[in-house]
């Protein structure tokens, strides 16, 4: 299995709700990552995590929350968004050790409009 | 702030044509890397070269390094419609997960 996943594909949110995104993998994968796209725009790296640890945090602000409950899930808990993070929020996996490691697998991602 | 720059900004070519697309970046690096995304959809990756290989292929693609320039490019060839997608270098200038993506290259292949 070389997928990751991400749910929903598409989410509508007001200014005051609260909402996660999911991702998941099952290639036995201990970095995962989120980032944020906006249109016409190269992917921005917002958090890793490796072995279920932050291991990065690039400074976002504190109404998204990531969570890694395990080495195969990874959440982006969202909470009083601002319609400037409308955007398509991908999540990557890949292998910490091996010639490999760098590469990154993408997940189609999650439209998200905040209203 | 963004690592890479890639030039052009977009491309349109006839099917069978080959591409060429350029990456600038501004630090020293232990690999760059080119991914492709088709509209609005998660990336693909495609390549990876390491710092000390200054060329590499794979089936029609040919990427290329040149570290004291701090460039390099990527060259599809034959293209073909489906090839129609944003490419995008992407560098990790400490060698560690963090991942910095250059601007990237829109191309449209017309059939």
């Known amino acids: 299995d070389t997928e990751v996943t991400q749910t929903p594909k598409h989410l509508v949110m007001g200014m005051t709700n609260k909402k996660s995104l999911k991702c998941e993998q099952h290639?036995?994968?201990?970095?995962m990552y989120w980032y944020k796209q906006k249109a016409k725009k190269p992917p921005e790296l917002m958090f890793v995590y490796s072995y279920e640890k932050l291991s990065i945090n690039e400074s976002v602000p504190s109404r998204f929350s990531p969570e890694c409950p395990n080495s195969s899930l990874l959440n982006l808990h969202l909470h009083a968004l601002q319609p400037e993070d409308s955007a398509l929020y991908l999540c990557a996996s890949s292998s910490p050790r091996g010639p490999e490691r760098e590469t990154q697998y993408f997940g189609p991602g999650t439209r998200l409009l905040v209203l | 702030s963004q690592q890479g720059e890639e030039d052009p900004q977009a491309l349109s070519i006839q099917e069978g044509e080959n591409a060429t697309m350029n990456c600038s970046y501004k630090?020293?690096?232990?690999?760059l890397q080119w991914y492709r995304q088709n509209s609005g959809r998660g990336l693909v990756h495609l390549i990876l070269i390491r710092s000390n290989e200054r060329e590499k292929h794979s089936g029609r693609l040919r990427v290329t390094l040149d570290t004291s320039k701090k460039s390099s490019s990527l060259l599809i060839t034959a293209s073909r419609a489906a090839d129609t997608a944003s490419y995008f270098c992407?560098?990790?200038?400490?060698?560690?997960?963090?991942?910095?993506f250059g601007a990237g290259t829109r191309l449209f292949v017309k059939a």
């Open positions: 290639m036995g994968h201990r970095a």
């Open positions: 630090t020293s690096i232990n690999n």
């Open positions: 992407a560098t990790s200038p400490t060698g560690g997960f963090k991942t910095i």
